[in-house]
Nanobody, 117 residues
Framework: QVPLVESGGGSVEVGGSLTLSCAVSNMPWMAWFRQAPGQEREGLASITAFGRKTYAEAVKGRFTISRDDADNVLYLQMNALKPEDTAIYYC???????????????WGQGTQVTVSS
């Protein structure tokens, strides 16, 4: 397992935008998850090596996942942020896939995103 390194979290007002980055090792599947206090880790977006993307309903149309395999970076562009988006955000890579945690075996340490009204 290779530890991943996230950056780009912070505090933003409702309706604002943030972009998260994650330094990764190249793997077929990459994804972003989040976990709010007292809740289970939730899959938000995944992307395959061929660029196929899947989004959770909660973020569809607002968040965009992308990957730069030349520089080994995974991104999550987040727009129109809401208070309910407040959570710790994690990047993950693995041989599995989708929005479940089981397909991923390398995880970042997490970065806090706080959306205030």
């Amino acid at each position: 397992q290779v530890p991943l390194v996230e950056s780009g979290g912070g505090s933003v007002e409702v309706g604002g935008s943030l972009t998260l980055s994650c330094a990764v090792s190249n793997m077929p599947w990459m994804a972003w998850f989040r976990q709010a206090p007292g809740q289970e880790r939730e899959g938000l977006a995944s992307i395959t090596a061929f660029g196929r993307k899947t989004y959770a309903e909660a973020v569809k149309g607002r968040f965009t996942i992308s990957r730069d395999d030349a520089d080994n970076v995974l991104y999550l562009q987040m727009n129109a942020l809401k208070p309910e988006d407040t959570a710790i955000y994690y990047c993950a890579t693995g041989l599995g896939g989708g929005l479940g945690t089981g397909g991923y075996n390398s995880w970042g340490q997490g970065t806090q995103v706080t959306v205030s009204s």
